[in-house]
């Protein structure tokens, strides 16, 4: 059960308290996703260019609000996700939130998000880390595909800062992610099915490994791959 209230205007803000015993978040995703389909009206001759269309506006959080939500129970492209709590509080010009430990691929992640306005600018702050999750779950929601391109238990920690919004957000982030996975498999790698087919070796196809280490930094809109 949930209660809550929203305001809009000037002062937006957002109140929600209680509790997701059980959600199927697909059936909601599906419910609100954008047909695919051209109608009558949309369709245009061969060679025409088609038709502008005005920028739909989207949908921003507002940082004046007061969240405490409990997840019981959450399914997204058959990923489980749930116990966990989710809390958020902000005054308007500033708004930090934090996830609890919350089951995620039968795992655990937990982190923090804090944005605060400066000098009419978003300032943006992330911290977050996961332990014990089953990558071919994780990779299967990720990628949104019937198997896995990996297996194994993988952990990750990641942090990092930024500022603006969109492209100039993009650009301005800086921040590093490290990932582990023990015990993984090649399930459906096109890069070592592609080294198969090319070495006539078949071993390459589900090749296991014992852990593998990964050092992501992150840079004015770059990743640099520093070790594995």
Not at 15 to 36: C, H, I, K, N
Not at 171 to 187: E, K, M, P, Q, T
């Amino acid at each position: 059960m949930m209660k809550g209230m929203v305001r809009s205007g000037l002062r937006p803000h957002l109140e929600l308290r209680g509790s997701v015993d059980a959600l199927d978040a697909d059936w909601y995703a599906a419910l609100l996703a954008q047909p695919t389909s051209e109608t009558p009206e949309e369709q245009t001759t061969t060679g025409a260019p088609p038709p502008l269309k005005e920028p739909k506006a989207g949908f921003g959080l507002p940082l004046d609000l007061d969240v405490d939500l409990a997840i019981g129970t959450l399914t997204y492209r058959n990923l489980p996700i749930g116990a966990g709590r989710l809390l958020a509080n902000g005054d308007g010009q500033s708004m930090h939130a934090t996830l609890e430990p919350t089951g995620v691929a039968g795992g655990s992640v937990q982190g923090t998000f804090a944005i605060v306005q400066k000098d009419g600018q978003q300032d943006i702050t992330w911290d977050a880390k996961g332990n014990a999750l089953d990558l071919s779950l994780f990779l299967k929601a990720l990628f949104n595909e019937p198997e896995s391109r990996i297996t194994g238990l993988g952990r990750f920690t990641t942090s990092g800062t930024g500022r603006g919004q969109g492209e100039v957000l993009r650009n301005s982030l800086s921040g590093i992610a490290v990932f582990d996975v023990d015990n993984g498999r090649f399930a459906k790698s096109p890069v070592m099915e592609f080294l198969a087919k090319q070495t006539r070796i078949e071993e390459f196809q589900g090749a296991e490994f014992k852990t593998f280490h990964a050092e992501l930094h992150i840079k004015e809109g770059w990743m640099h791959l520093n070790q594995t």
